[in-house]
């Protein structure tokens, strides 16, 4: 598994910080950023545990925090569930997400023009928008042909 950009940005920060890359900080590491989307630390855990059966639930927290702490990281709690991570790649944009309440299906989306509109409704209540996040929450189409309510 090759370990990327933004898991290597994190070895130099930990160093930095007087911090040791451990065998199993850096295990979760390239399993965090070996994918991208959107997973619990549970399942981070038992890819990271394929590699290194000592790798404890506690320790991806602590690594998932410091990812999160050094910009590398994000954590979601869609609709009030679990906190579920997404690694921030180096050539990341902001995007937004489409959330199935049925199926938890997670798309993520990036649409200029709700960008700008909503800068231009922050601007006319003489609003500065300093971080945003879109979630949008309904039935994927898979659901919806099954006929899933979503509740």
Do not use: W
């Not at 390239?30 to 981070?44: C, L, N, P, T």
């Not at 991806?60 to 690694?87: C, I, M, W």
């Not at 180096?90 to 299906?105: E, R, V």
């Amino acid at each position: 598994m090759k370990i990327s950009k933004s898991a290597e940005r994190l070895n130099e920060r930990v160093k930095c910080l007087g911090l040791k890359p451990t065998k199993q900080r850096v295990v979760i590491c390239q399993v965090f950023f070996s994918q991208s989307g959107h997973r619990s630390a549970e399942d981070i855990l038992k890819e990271a545990r394929l590699l290194d059966a000592k790798v404890s639930l506690a320790t991806v927290y602590r690594t998932l925090k410091l990812l999160q702490e050094n910009g590398l990281a994000e954590s979601h709690n869609f609709q009030d569930s679990q906190a579920l991570f997404e690694p921030k790649l180096d050539d990341d944009h902001h995007h937004d997400h489409l959330i199935c309440t049925s199926c938890g299906h997670i798309v993520e989306f990036v649409d200029d023009n709700i960008e700008r509109l909503q800068l231009e409704v922050a601007e006319s209540q003489g609003f500065l928008i300093t971080s945003h996040k879109m979630e949008l929450y309904g039935l994927c189409k898979d659901c919806r042909n099954r006929g899933d309510d979503g509740a």
